[in-house]
């Protein structure tokens, strides 16, 4: 009785992969219209497998449904990971305040190849801040 677990992994994962698109929501869907087909195939005593056994089964396939359906709706209404300028490709550990030259992912060790990773670079233009003024007095000790 493990195909119900392995089910529940490959379809929430499915919709981990796909979330926030519409080929998420037709996964989850179709696991749900299976898992209701299922019932109504083994539905009560007028399906071909009525009886003890299959009513012990129903008993449980509709919470497992509802299960799949509600843990689904909600992993596929998660927000999606919005990559910024200075994430790993590999983790998406965010690299904010590292010296991006030579820099290997602390996460994965994946080495940093995305902008200012070669110090042979030309710098990039800052803004430079204005002369310090002098302090007061120095001009009249000239
Ligand atoms: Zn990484």
């Keep these: 009785m493990i195909f119900p677990v392995i089910y ?4 929430w994962f499915l919709a981990v992969r796909l979330r926030r698109t519409w080929s998420g929501v037709g996964v989850v869907v179709a696991a749900v219209l299976v ?4 019932n109504q195939l083994l539905g009560g005593e007028a399906g071909p497998f009525g009886g003890k056994r299959a009513s012990l089964l129903l008993v449980l396939l509709w919470p497992y449904t509802m299960l799949i359906g509600a843990g689904g709706a909600f992993i596929l209404a998660l927000p999606r990971t919005v990559r910024g300028e200075y994430h790993c490709p590999n983790c998406h550990y965010d690299f904010a305040g590292l010296d991006p ?3 290997i992912c602390p996460e994965c060790g994946t080495p940093w190849r995305g902008k200012g990773w070669n110090p042979l670079d030309p710098e990039p233009e800052l803004i430079k801040p204005p002369p310090a003024k002098p302090p007061r007095g120095s001009a009249r000790s000239l």
Excluded at 8 to 11: A, D, F, N, P, S
């Design 8 to 11: 529940l992994v490959l379809v």
């Design 35 to 38: 898992l209701v087909a299922v």
């Design 101 to 103: 030259a030579g820099l």
